[in-house]
Structure formats: structure tokens, C-alpha cells
């Protein structure tokens, strides 16, 4: 017998989560190879709020301050921006899927940005716009062929959409190898790229993917409640008056349009999307109402987290922040899995 | 004349190219306790999905009084009529509660929790189908016999007048298989709701339905008042098994009980 009592208060949680991310950027902003100074971001922080932007040159050195708003503040706000749309794709995936192993590369995202970014690399693009625009088609393309060949039917069964997209992936990966033994000088910059990370982020980056990530997590909310009718069953949902079909294709859709623009940015960073909706699951219990903006929440203080610490540890090198993820996620969520026996 | 509260005409289902339903014509009256009855593969459960509108109708026509199904909107469909399906698996751990809660879905706020009325509702339908103490309890590890009542509770709360049921008591103990029919027979009596329900116990349908619906092979083979339409010969056609009607001296309903099987049937059974 399962009770669900353990769950933690949801006001506590989300303030906790509140106040975790305010710490968690300010720490970031803190810390880089330019130098760490708590009291330096914090005055920067503070300067236009309450003294104007003028002064700050007499406290804190020009390029300091240069350094902190246009590299690191744009980073943290990708890292953020990131978190919370690979976390809340996961759990909107999980939901759908009604599978707990569903993550926001379930379609062939992933594999469909690594492609296009390839190619492009492998054809000579480099910097500006060019990697991550085919990035992104190569995502959605990779979305669009998965629900043409996989959509009708998962009406009935969502399992054929989730097969679909793992032979897909499959397909996608298998043609990336090709690339990378065909184009050996280039596999250091694609398999960097693979790895994903948030260097070189900029202003302009941002001005593209904040609005798609809020939208996005803000479309999901609305559809909470038909994302927790889903996971009980098609029959059930569609008998509480949920329409199968719109339902999954528009969260399909929004979900696969919030990940490739991700993806296309910062690379497939993973373990985010799969776990932090089943620790928010622990702590809040499965309803989507809380699980979705929980994991926004906590998507993206990891993924700041994730990232300082990628770009900290053995500074001026950077270690690719999925690993960082996978590496510290996965104990602190073994731990909750053993705690709380079942996901 | 009673009006039908579901109405099928012509009605044909075909799904992975096989004909499941053929050419069904066959109403549903209101206030009525409803037994589905047919061998396995029969048709009983696409009939169930086909009236509730989860199926695409290949030909013929649905109407819910009155209105042709597909006029009707998820939302409406949801107001009139709820489903108890046959898998009521879970992927995540949703409290009873909560998934009995969910039975309110179609009266409730996109924006707003659930009301002291939605509240009081889930907390009657979780009494009578005795799962009141396990509400706090994870769905996902509940035995089988409990996810059903489960599914039972949130159909009562949402207070629908047809009730659909897929084999609902199909794995309860004894004593929740008689207290989950009385209770949807009282549902019909005293509230004047319409219950339509696979069962495959010939005596309990002998006991609790007005009326039965019987299919055989994907066609129609009777609907009609209960102790008029089942009998030996009926379920000798259908079943292709040999049963003895009998009449209970305390309550004077008939009932059937197992005769000896021709050495052809005995084969086939074996």
C-alpha cells in the first residue's frame, strides 16, 4: 500500500523553489573565470533598480560590469529559459505518453536538431544564425515527419507516436555517424555542439527564446488538467469530455515547438527533461497544475546550477553541462527513488 | 412511448479492417438497468466505446436524445453520459481522491479547485462504494477490485444520466460485486438514471437488469426485457452451453444454473 501523504506542503515548495532560483542566479552571476564577487553582482543588480546605471563604474570595474550584462546575465537567463522548457516538455511528454520514461527527446528532437546542426557544420556554416536555424528545422522537421506517420493512430494508442519516434531517432543518429566518419575533421566541432552548453549566448538569442518558453510553459498550464485526465486513460479522458486528439496534438505541437527552439540554441542537454518532473512528482504529487510550473521552477535552477559549475570547476575550460546534469542529478535522484520506492 | 436516451441505427464498426459491429439497430430507454451480454469478441465493449463516442462510426448513426452524436461536443457528451472502462491502469500516483475528484471535470472551472458541493459529492460516491478509508491511497498500487470501485466512484460523481460500465464488477469480491449492482440498480429506481453495463454472470444479470442487449459475433441478437428475452434456448444459441432455468421460491425470479453439456459442446470446450 502506496499512501500519498508523503508529499510536501505545496505553498512551502513553491516558495522554496521561489527563493532557490533568486540564490541560484545570483550565485551564477557571481562566479565565472572573470573573477567572483557576491557583492559586485549584487550592486550591479541592484544599480538600476535604485541608483540608476551611471555610478556602478566607481564601484565595480567597466569590464566587469561589461562582462556581467553581456555575458553572463544573458547565460543564466538561457540556462533558466532552457530548464524550464526541457523539464516542462518532459512532464507534458510523461503525461501524454503515460510513460514515466518519456522524455522532451521522445519525438526525434533531439536527433533531428544534431542532424541539421551537422549538416550545417559539415557545409561550412559557422557562427551567426546558420547552425541553429538548421538546428531547429532539423528538430521540427524531425517532430512534423514523426506525427504525420505516428499521429492518426495514437489517438487509440500513444504508444505507435513514442515507437515512431524512437525508430526515427534511431534513423536520425545512425545518419549523424555517417556524417561524423565521412567529415573526421569536423567531428570535434559537432560532437561539441552535441554536447550542448551556453556559450557565446546573447541578448538577441534570448529576445527569440523567452517568449517561446513562456508561452509554452504558460499553453501547458492551461492544459493541465487535460494532461492529468490523459494519464488515466484515453477512454476516462475522453469520457470527462477531454478531445483526444486536439488535446495531443496541440501540446505535441507546443511542446515540440518550445524544445527545438531550445535544442537549436544550446544543444540536446539531457536528464533535465526526464527526472525533474518525477522529483516534482515526489514532492508535490502527479497533478499537472503543480507539476508543470514546479518543474519550470526547478528546470531551470538546476540547469543554473548545472551550468556554473560547468564553467567553474576547471575554469578557462568549460565541461559540457549535460554531463554536469547527469552527474550530479542522477545520485540526488537515486537517492529519492530508493526513499520513496517507485517513480 | 418511452424516448430512448441512446439510439443506434445501422451502426457498423470496423477496426484494423476487421467488421467488429455489424449493422446495429437498437435504442437504450431512460431509467433502465442495462445488461450487455455476449460471448467474448462479441461485440460488447466496441458497442459500449461506439455509443459513448470514443470509436469513429464507420456507417450508420448514433443519437443521444435525440441529437446525432457527432453534433455533440466532448464537453456535452461528458455532461450526459460517463464510462467505466474496462483497463483503469495508472501511470502516476494520483490519490483516490484525486482521480474520484477527476469525475467532476466537466462541472468544474478550468481556473477554480473544486467546490464545497464537488467536494461533498466525491466524499458521498466514495462512502457508498466503500473506498472512503483508502482515499489517501495511490491508485497505481491499489489491487484490481479497488481501482474498479475507484472508476465506479468518479462515473457517480459525474452525475451524468447514462452510466456506461465495462464489465465493472469483473474483479470485486462477492461482496462488492452485490453492493457496486445494488447500488446502480438503486441509481435507476430512485434517481431515474440509465445503466448500461457488460456482465457476464447470466444470474446477476437474471437479478439486477431490466432489460438485456445481446450480441453474438458482431450482430444484434436481441434487446428486449430480461425474463422474456433469456432464456435456455437463447443461451444455448448464443453461449453454445446448456443451461437449466429455474425459479427461486423466496423471491419467484427465475435463475440458471449449469445442466450436463452434450459430449459436441464438451469438446468444443475443451
Redesign the interface.
Known amino acids: ?5 508523503g508529499r510536501v506542503s505545496r505553498k512551502y515548495l513553491f516558495a522554496g523553489l521561489g527563493l532557490l532560483l533568486v540564490v541560484g542566479i545570483w550565485l551564477a552571476l557571481s562566479f565565472g573565470p572573470a573573477g567572483d564577487s557576491f557583492t559586485s553582482s549584487f550592486r550591479l543588480l541592484m544599480e538600476p533598480l535604485f541608483f540608476g546605471d551611471t555610478i556602478h563604474a566607481e564601484m565595480v570595474s567597466e569590464s566587469y560590469a561589461r562582462i556581467f550584462w553581456y555575458i553572463r546575465f544573458p547565460r543564466v537567463l538561457m540556462a533558466l529559459f532552457t530548464g524550464a522548457a526541457l523539464a516542462v516538455s518532459g512532464g507534458a511528454f ?2 501524454v505518453f ?3 520514461m518519456a522524455d522532451p527527446y521522445v519525438l526525434g528532437i533531439s536527433s533531428g536538431a544534431s542532424l541539421g546542426a551537422a549538416i550545417a557544420i559539415v557545409m561550412g556554416v559557422a557562427g551567426g544564425i546558420g547552425i541553429p536555424l538548421a538546428a531547429f528545422c532539423g528538430a521540427l522537421g524531425t517532430a512534423f515527419l514523426v506525427f504525420q506517420l505516428g499521429l492518426k493512430r495514437a489517438v487509440f494508442n500513444q504508444n505507435v507516436l513514442l515507437l515512431t519516434g524512437i525508430a526515427i531517432s534511431m534513423m536520425l543518429t545512425a545518419l549523424i555517424s555517417l556524417l561524423l566518419v565521412l567529415n573526421s575533421d569536423k567531428v570535434e566541432s559537432i560532437v561539441f555542439w552535441m554536447m550542448g552548453g551556453f556559450n557565446a549566448v546573447s541578448w538577441s538569442q534570448l529576445r527569440i527564446v523567452a517568449p517561446v518558453v513562456i508561452l509554452g510553459v504558460l499553453a501547458l498550464f ?1 492544459y493541465s ?1 487535460e494532461l ?2 490523459l ?6 479522458a ?6 483526444i486528439k486536439t488535446t495531443i496534438t496541440v501540446v505535441l505541437i507546443i511542446t515540440s515547438l518550445m524544445v527545438a527552439v531550445v535544442v537549436a540554441y544550446s544543444g540536446a542537454i539531457g536528464f533535465i527533461g526526464l527526472i525533474v518532473p518525477h522529483v516534482m ?1 515526489f514532492l508535490s ?3 499537472n497544475k503543480y507539476v508543470i510550473p514546479g518543474s519550470a521552477l526547478m528546470g531551470g535552477i538546476l540547469l543554473i546550477v548545472a551550468d556554473t559549475l560547468a564553467r567553474n570547476v576547471i575554469p578557462p575550460a568549460e565541461l559540457p553541462v549535460g554531463c554536469i546534469t547527469a552527474l550530479f542529478g542522477a545520485p540526488f535522484f537515486l537517492v529519492l527513488l530508493m526513499r520513496k520506492q ?1 517513480v | 412511448m418511452l424516448k430512448p436516451v441512446i439510439q443506434a441505427h445501422n451502426l457498423s464498426i470496423t477496426l484494423d479492417g476487421k467488421q467488429i459491429l455489424k449493422h446495429i439497430s437498437t435504442a437504450v430507454l431512460p431509467g433502465q438497468f442495462y445488461a450487455i451480454l455476449g460471448p467474448n469478441g462479441s461485440g460488447k465493449s466496441t458497442f459500449l466505446k461506439s455509443i459513448s463516442g470514443l470509436l469513429p462510426i464507420g456507417s450508420g448513426t448514433v443519437m443521444h436524445g435525440g441529437t446525432d452524436l457527432l453534433r455533440l461536443s466532448a464537453k456535452e457528451l461528458a455532461k450526459n453520459q460517463a464510462l467505466v472502462p474496462q483497463n483503469n491502469g495508472m501511470s502516476f500516483d494520483f490519490s483516490a481522491y484525486e482521480v474520484v475528484m477527476m469525475g467532476r471535470t466537466p462541472h468544474m472551472s478550468r481556473f477554480y479547485g473544486p467546490a464545497r458541493e464537488d467536494k461533498k459529492r466525491v466524499e458521498e460516491a466514495m462512502l457508498k462504494t466503500g473506498i472512503w478509508s483508502l482515499r489517501r491511497q495511490s491508485v497505481r498500487t491499489m489491487s484490481g477490485g479497488e481501482k474498479q470501485r475507484v472508476a465506479i466512484a468518479r462515473a457517480l460523481v459525474q452525475d451524468t444520466l447514462v452510466i456506461l460500465l465495462d464489465e465493472p464488477v469483473s474483479q470485486l469480491d462477492l461482496y462488492h460485486q452485490i453492493s457496486i449492482l445494488s447500488l446502480l440498480k438503486e441509481l435507476c429506481e430512485k434517481r431515474k438514471k440509465t445503466v448500461v453495463t457488460v456482465i457476464h454472470d447470466i444470474n446477476q444479470v437474471m437479478e439486477y437488469a431490466d432489460r438485456v442487449i445481446v450480441f453474438k459475433e458482431g450482430r444484434l441478437v436481441a434487446n428486449g426485457a430480461t425474463d422474456k428475452v433469456i432464456s435456455s434456448a437463447l443461451i444455448r444459441k448464443v453461449f453454445d452451453v446448456n443451461m437449466e432455468r429455474m425459479i427461486n421460491d423466496n423471491t419467484g425470479k427465475p435463475f440458471f444454473i449449469s445442466a450436463p453439456q452434450s459430449e459436441v459442446q464438451v469438446a468444443g470446450l475443451v
Open positions: 500500500m502506496k499512501e500519498t501523504d510523461q503525461s503515460r510513460n514515466p492551461f488538467r492529468n485526465l494519464t488515466v486513460g484515453n477512454d476516462t475522453h469520457s470527462l469530455g477531454v478531445r512528482r504529487g502527479p497533478d517507485g
